[in-house]
């Protein structure tokens, strides 16, 4: 049986390590290097800047319409600090008629004092986006089937572009509105 040595760091492996000299690199390497530096410093300086504006913006297309994507993270922290993503939940998941989406949309327009809203009900929107508004003519796009958090985030635009502080204070006075009720009793006597 073979002893074991008394230090199991053997002295001379270690110095024969520090000795070993690794191979010049290669002469291409170092062009290549910066070549690759310098097309991601260019990728970087345009495109990450542009992502954060166009997540914190509502993107317009090119005929004018702000185009909704429904940046629903943005959204829906919004509405949990003032604590209606329950509510926010459950009109995500109703689903309305083209007549009561209308019906809606007319009734949270006059409450909230945007005045009349031209109300549009299509199987496909450019994009695919579950809506949009076109503050030119007034007019709400909605996507079958239309569901009640569609018509309540297009409608809030009617009075607030975009979705900053003043479009999550409107959509969540609707949100509001709607929970205590009083939203059933005005579409009702609308319909009278
Ligand atoms: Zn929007």
Redesign the pocket.
């Known amino acids: 049986m073979a002893e074991l040595p008394d230090d199991p760091y053997n002295d001379e492996l270690y110095f024969e390590e520090l000795e070993y000299e690794p191979p010049e690199p290669p002469a291409w390497r170092r062009p290549l290097l910066l070549g690759i530096a310098l097309v991601t410093a260019v990728a970087m300086a345009g495109v990450p800047v542009y992502n954060l504006i166009a997540a914190t913006r509502?993107p317009v297309a090119a005929n004018g319409l702000?185009v909704?994507t429904?940046?629903y993270c943005i959204v829906h922290d919004a509405m949990r600090e003032r604590d209606l993503d329950l509510s926010m939940s459950r009109y995500a998941n109703q689903r309305l008629d083209d007549a009561s989406a209308e019906r809606l949309a007319q009734s949270l327009a006059e409450q909230f004092g945007t005045g009349p809203v031209s109300v549009v009900v299509l199987d496909q929107l450019q994009g695919g986006v579950e809506g949009s508004f076109n503050p030119a003519t007034r007019t709400i796009f909605l996507r079958r089937p239309v569901s009640v958090w569609t018509v309540l985030?297009e409608v809030a635009?009617t009075e607030a572009p975009g979705?900053g502080e003043d479009f999550m204070e409107t959509l969540a006075e609707m949100t509001r509105w709607l929970d205590s009720g009083l939203a059933e009793a005005a579409m009702a006597q609308a319909a009278i």
Do not use: F, Y
């Open positions: 509502t702000a909704c429904h940046d985030h635009h979705h």
